[in-house]
């Protein structure tokens, strides 16, 4: 069974910084590209951050040089550290893991950039 689970949301002033995290069981992890997306209030989900297999990285230009997308393949985890946080940034995260046909997400973590 594939599991995702997303964790560090919060809270966050503007200005502020926030590190979440996605620990995957069930899957092979090293070989799975992992994502992270995000779904403002009223909005579609939106691309964040991409690491490939290969830890290249790729990012939405909103993000580009305040968020890092990092993974550790020893603790199956995936992270993504969050800086100079703007109220724009407010919305649920979700987790995705990807290799060919597979696609598997996590239930999401609440990040709220408010003062």
């Known amino acids: 069974q594939v599991q995702l689970v997303e964790s560090g949301g919060g809270l966050a002033q503007p200005g502020g910084s926030l590190r979440l995290s996605c620990a995957a069981s069930g899957i092979i992890f090293s070989i799975y590209t992992m994502g992270w997306y995000r779904r403002a209030p009223g909005k579609e989900r939106e691309f964040v951050a991409v690491i490939t297999s290969a830890g290249t990285t790729d990012y939405a230009d909103s993000v580009k040089g305040r968020f890092t997308i990092s993974r550790d393949n020893a603790k199956n985890t995936v992270y993504l550290e969050m800086n100079s946080l703007k109220p724009e940034d407010t919305a649920v995260y979700y987790c995705?893991?990807?290799?060919?046909?597979?696609?598997?997400w996590g239930q999401g973590t609440q990040v709220t950039v408010s003062s």
């Open positions: 995705n893991a990807r290799f060919r046909a597979a696609d598997f």
